[in-house]
């Protein structure tokens, strides 16, 4: 027997397995649920299964969207600038440096360790849309780490024979490291002076 009743058990061990989050925080969130109002807990709740439910994949970015498309997709201001980037979380970094364009989202990026090839990633419909769209410029924005950099190699190989302008982000991203955790500035700086590739 634990020393909590059985739910409380359950729901710290559930919180555990979150990001960010230890032991000591689930403990600490799982207090704080009990003592909270009953409304608040239950809405809550409904949130989290309204999550499961309501966010999809956008079918031409495969950001996150609420319908079929993103609200980045549905914005007719956009330049027909694509960025690629491996995760939600990076395109969001770069939406912080006030970038006009337009996303992919690979979700991923392609990794031998990891065993992850160029068809489980959005690749293939990076390339639909660079037939269909009217596509101006595509900016590889992948993680300057070895994986990332050799998905950005591997789809300006495939992007090569297009005609399209291909760049990547400039100097200025430390290698190694990831978007996620690059202030905007410098982030900003990296995408004025992309390189051609
Ligand atoms: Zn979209």
Redesign the pocket.
Known sequence: MGIYPEIIEKLIEKLEKLPGIGPKSAERIVYYLIGEKDENVISLGQTIISLKNQVKL??????F?EKE??????DNKRENIICVVEEVKDLISIEKTNFKG??H?LWGRISLLDNVKPEQLKIKQLIERVKNEKVEEIIIATNPTVEGENTATYISEILKNTGIKISKLAIGVPIGSELEYIDSQTLKKAIEGRKEL
């Open positions: 956008c079918k031409r970015c495969f950001n969207a498309y993103c609200n980045i997709c549905l337009r996303y989202v």
